[in-house]
T-cell receptor, first 114, second 114 residues
Framework: LAKTTQPISMDSYEGQEVNITCSHN???????ITWYQQFPSQGPRFIIQ?????VTNEVASLFIPADRKSSTLSLPRVSLSDTAVYYC???????????????WGLGTSLAVNP | GAGVSQSPSNKVTEKGKDVELRCDPI?????LYWYRQSLGQGLEFLIY????????KSGLPSDRFSAERTGGSVSTLTIQRTQQEDSAVYLC????????????FGPGTRLTVL
């Protein structure tokens, strides 16, 4: 199982771009990279998923270098409401059952200040 | 559409009592997961249901924990003879099987064992 490493915490200010990098040195060929966001007193919420290069949606961008040993979640122009814990997960997405094997670390606690 | 719902949102019980936690997954989702999240920690997998297959109970911490899923929809997690170390947020998630890997989480049930 691919283990991930990400910073425990980050601080930012409203309007700034935030980049959270996750290391996953032993990522396997069939593994995808998924990021979830969790607000206090809520369950995690899917943000973005990718396999290689760059993925962008209405919420964030995900940058994955060619060796796939790391990935960077980019949040453009953060607001106070982006204060949350962000989890980087790596796993085989070929079937839903593989989700149970995902290792949820401590995530990155992002604090957005006014 | 309706998301994953869980009840109760909060449960306070005395040590030694039994508790039941309920999860209503998204309609049509065949995969259902239970997780536990202790304060300031990542998610800990407990049990996984997929359609009519036998559940994967490999994450259950002890035989005091059990879960069932009736009719392939609603699930109940039961903790017997609760202990103080069972205090945590219990999260339920569901996902489609096959091509869909994203998990949709409920708001969780905060269990406090006194």
């Amino acid at each position: 199982l691919a283990k991930t490493t990400q910073p425990i915490s980050m601080d930012s200010y409203e309007g700034q771009e935030v980049n959270i990098t996750c290391s996953h040195n032993n990522i396997a060929t069939n593994d995808y990279i998924t990021w979830y966001q969790q607000f206090p007193s809520q369950g995690p919420r899917f943000i973005i998923q990718g396999y290689k290069t760059k993925v962008t949606n209405e919420v964030a961008s995900l940058f994955i270098p060619a060796d796939r040993k790391s990935s960077t979640l980019s949040l453009p122009r953060v607001s106070l409401s982006d204060t949350a814990v962000y989890y980087c997960l790596v796993g085989d997405r070929r079937n839903a059952g593989n989700n149970r094997k995902l290792i949820w670390g401590l995530g990155t606690s992002l604090a957005v200040n006014p | 559409g309706a998301g994953v719902s869980q009840s109760p949102s909060n449960k306070v019980t005395e040590k030694g009592k039994d508790v039941e936690l309920r999860c209503d997954p998204i309609s049509g989702h065949t995969a259902l997961y239970w997780y536990r999240q202790s304060l300031g920690q990542g998610l800990e997998f407990l049990i996984y249901f997929q359609g009519n297959s036998a559940p994967d109970k490999s994450g259950l911490p002890s035989d005091r924990f059990s879960a069932e899923r009736t009719g392939g929809s609603v699930s109940t997690l039961t903790i017997q003879r609760t202990q103080q170390e069972d205090s945590a947020v219990y999260l339920c998630a569901s996902s489609l099987d096959g091509a869909e890997r994203t998990q949709y989480f409920g708001p969780g049930t905060r269990l406090t064992v006194l």
